[in-house]
């Protein structure tokens, strides 16, 4: 199957601090990524889905300017948590789908663990 | 739109087969099911689209019922390394749409 990498794999940072977390697809050109958000023992929930070259669509509830997404090219995506809160440490999950070749599987990065302290 | 998943949790010894089902009350294109273990992400299983149709890979198999809109995730003869959460994610229509997940099903297998 494709496969997604996510980078860092785990971050601590301090409270006020910025973290910019990378998903990338190795094999293949995803012009669609998604960010997804996990607290322990509980769901994935969508963020947002982030559109190469365009603007993010964010879900009901998450703040654009704290989360900001770039998907400036057809293999990587970025989610910035701008001053970064105890509140946002989570599980931060990346996805995407192989469409060029018709893929209909989403696959997922192993995560970004963020801690903020 | 989120789907509903039963059970919440189920304890099965080695060898012992589970059921995990997943409902929407939206009509569904498609059904993605994955496992996921603790400090991991989610691993993909297995995807249903509509039509009915059923499908399996070793012990592991599901079906999904257009007329329910339900799916079924079948577990049989359990190893202990099918413990972990089970989602199922759903989509209404073709795309390149995100899943929406239920919140899970934690499987325990014991010796």
Redesign the interface.
């Known amino acids: 199957g494709a496969v997604v990498s996510q980078h860092p794999s785990w971050v601590i940072c301090k409270s006020g601090t910025s973290v910019k977390i990378e998903c990338r697809s190795l094999d293949f050109q995803a012009t669609t990524m998604f960010w997804y958000r996990q607290f322990p023992k509980k769901s994935l929930m969508l963020m947002a889905t982030s559109n190469e070259g365009s603007k993010a669509t964010y879900e009901q509830g998450v703040e654009k300017d704290k989360f900001l997404i770039n998907h400036a090219s057809l293999t990587l995506s970025t989610l910035t948590v701008t001053s970064a809160h105890p509140e946002d440490s989570s599980f931060y999950i990346c996805s995407a789908r192989d469409r060029i070749q018709g893929g209909i599987e989403q696959f997922f990065g192993p995560g970004t663990r963020l801690t903020v302290l | 739109q989120?789907p509903v998943q039963s059970p919440q949790a189920v304890i099965l010894r080695e060898g012992e087969d589970a059921v995990i089902n997943c409902s929407s009350s939206k009509a569904l294109y498609?059904v993605?099911w994955?496992r996921q273990k603790h400090?991991?992400?989610?691993?993909?299983l297995m995807?249903l689209?509509k039509g009915g149709e059923q499908k399996g890979h070793e012990k592991i198999s599901a079906s999904f019922n257009e007329k329910k809109q339900q799916s079924s995730l079948y577990l049989t003869a359990s190893q202990l390394s099918y413990s972990g959460t089970y989602?199922c994610?759903t989509e209404l229509r073709s795309g390149?749409t995100?899943?929406?997940?239920?919140?899970?099903t934690r499987l325990s297998v014991i010796a």
Do not use: C, D, R, T
């Open positions: 989120q498609s993605h994955y400090g991991e992400a989610p691993v993909f995807i689209l989602f994610g390149n995100p899943l929406v997940f239920g919140k899970g």
